[in-house]
């Protein structure tokens, strides 16, 4: 069954550096996304990707962030300048318009803001 | 801005007991997904309903959408230790496009 990659599995920076992360979406899926999840906590809506450009973007989708279809096959979330606080589970997801609006979840980028 | 809200946080039951958690939107939703992460994993997607008053069956899982699209909830019947993890809705109206706004989930620990 065709799933949703990202990479790294885990990613360690310090304070003020920038990141990016990875994600290759299933291939015939038109609509990307990006969420992030802090510890015990509930996932949150950063942004969305749709024919090469933001769809919608959440309050937390600020000038630090970005994102990239930079080739056919992946989905970058870039994070400048990374805070303490970006420290979260960043998962990418996917969805085909054909099929309703069920979204497939990748297995998430842990990052840690040292 | 839409705010949705779950409860309750945590459950505990044991093997065999049922199970319900609850959500609620401060706003009408278009649709109402339900996700199930499992601890150290990623959600993955349960169902989606989408008409007012909508009841789904899965095997030992029901879920269910308010006549106003503003509530749902997901029962489990008879619990298995399967059935452990963090239960999220997760609402879509039409403010905010396809983005799915998430509650804060249910932990459910199922003890044999």
């Known amino acids: 069954e065709p799933e949703v990659t990202q990479t790294p599995s885990h990613q360690v920076t310090q304070m003020g550096q920038e990141v990016i992360l990875r994600c290759v979406p299933i291939?015939?899926?038109?609509?990307f996304y990006w969420y992030r999840q802090i510890l015990g906590q509930k996932v949150e809506f950063l942004v969305s990707f749709y024919n090469n450009e933001i769809s919608e973007k959440s309050e937390i989708f600020d000038d630090q962030f970005s994102v990239e279809r930079p080739d056919g096959s992946n989905f970058t979330l870039k994070i400048r300048s990374t805070k303490l606080e970006d420290s979260a589970m960043y998962f990418c997801?996917?969805?085909?318009?054909?099929?309703?609006?069920?979204?497939?979840f990748g297995p998430g980028t842990r990052l840690t803001v040292t | 801005g839409q705010q949705v809200m779950q409860i309750p946080q945590y459950q505990h039951v044991q093997e065999g007991e049922d199970f319900t958690t609850y959500c609620n939107s401060s706003?009408?939703?278009?649709?109402i997904q339900w996700y199930k992460q499992r601890p150290g994993g990623h959600p993955v997607f349960l169902i989606q309903l989408v008409k007012s008053g909508e009841v789904k069956k899965q095997k030992r899982l029901t879920f269910q959408f308010g006549e106003a699209k503003k509530n749902s909830s997901l029962h489990i019947t008879a619990t298995q230790t399967t059935d452990v993890g963090t239960y999220f809705c997760a609402g879509q109206d039409s403010n905010s496009g396809y983005a799915l706004n998430f509650g804060k989930g249910t932990s459910l620990l199922v003890t044999p």
């Open positions: 706003t009408t939703l278009s649709n």
């Open positions: 997801a996917s969805r085909d318009p054909g099929q309703s609006y069920e979204q497939y």
């Open positions: 291939s015939n899926h038109l609509y």
